[in-house]
């Protein structure tokens, strides 16, 4: 269990780092629906982030991606390729680091209702390119793992709650002292906005060489 914990942590931090759900949860806490909007966005969130990597441990534990007890080819060279477009969208994302214009959705989220959050929040943890390569590589890791039903649930939630954290704290924290959270959310939100491309630059990076080493290494 805790050789797959220490694969599972740097993905699931690369979830938590992704600049734009956190920006997205935090518009929603500054907005006129602050509490309702943030909340289904936060349970949308997690919901994406679940149902993708447990989709994906299912599958890769079917037997299909495993052989011998270990890793078959097919799932050293899901990681491989998984690593290699993470690489690719780092660079892509380093190239556009001057970027600080704000993206149209951005503009839309004040007027997001209880429902429309949460279907944002899914849509954007499993539409998201980013997003998915990760669930994807963290759904591979576990399902390949051998770990009992047991230990492969607590993988999945350990994964999750990581992940969605980043999310989830702040609107957490915003329902018990919203007053007190409001600068601090404000002040964030700024910083990623105008720095959002390097942050995912540099975390894509090493979350492409692990996944692409452990690639390779299951060969």
């Known amino acids: 269990m805790g050789p797959v914990i220490g694969d599972l942590l740097p993905l699931a931090i690369g979830v938590a780092l992704s600049p734009i759900p956190v920006v997205a949860a935090i518009l929603m806490l500054l907005s006129a629906n602050a509490g309702r909007a943030s909340a289904g966005f936060a349970l949308g969130w997690v919901t994406g982030i679940l149902a993708v990597t447990g989709l994906v441990t299912a599958a890769a534990a079917s037997g299909l991606m495993s052989s011998a007890g270990r890793?078959?080819?097919?799932?050293?060279?899901?990681k491989i390729a998984m690593g290699l477009l993470l690489v690719f969208i780092a660079?892509?994302?380093?190239?556009?680091?001057?970027?600080?214009?704000?993206?149209?959705?951005?503009?839309?989220?004040?007027?997001?209702?209880?429902?429309?959050?949460?279907?944002?929040?899914?849509?954007?943890?499993?539409?998201?390119?980013?997003?998915?390569?990760?669930?994807?590589?963290?759904?591979?890791?576990?399902?390949?793992?051998?770990?009992?039903?047991?230990?492969?649930?607590?993988?999945?939630?350990?994964?999750?709650?990581?992940?969605?954290?980043?999310?989830?704290?702040?609107?957490?924290?915003?329902?018990?002292?919203?007053?007190?959270?409001?600068?601090?959310?404000?002040r964030l939100k700024n910083w990623l906005q105008a720095n959002n491309h390097t942050v995912i630059a540099v975390v894509f990076m090493v979350m492409g060489t692990t996944a692409f080493a452990k690639g390779v290494s299951g060969f």
């Open 91 to 186: 660079f892509r994302q380093w190239g556009s680091r001057k970027d600080d214009s704000i993206p149209g959705w951005m503009k839309a989220i004040d007027e997001l209702g209880v429902a429309k959050a949460a279907g944002f929040g899914l849509l954007l943890s499993v539409l998201n390119p980013k997003n998915l390569l990760l669930c994807i590589t963290a759904g591979v890791t576990i399902g390949t793992s051998g770990l009992n039903p047991a230990g492969t649930a607590a993988a999945i939630a350990v994964f999750v709650f990581l992940g969605a954290a980043s999310v989830v704290v702040p609107v957490g924290g915003y329902a018990i002292a919203a007053n007190q959270l409001r600068g601090a959310l404000a």
């Open 71 to 78: 890793p078959s080819a097919a799932a050293s060279a899901i």
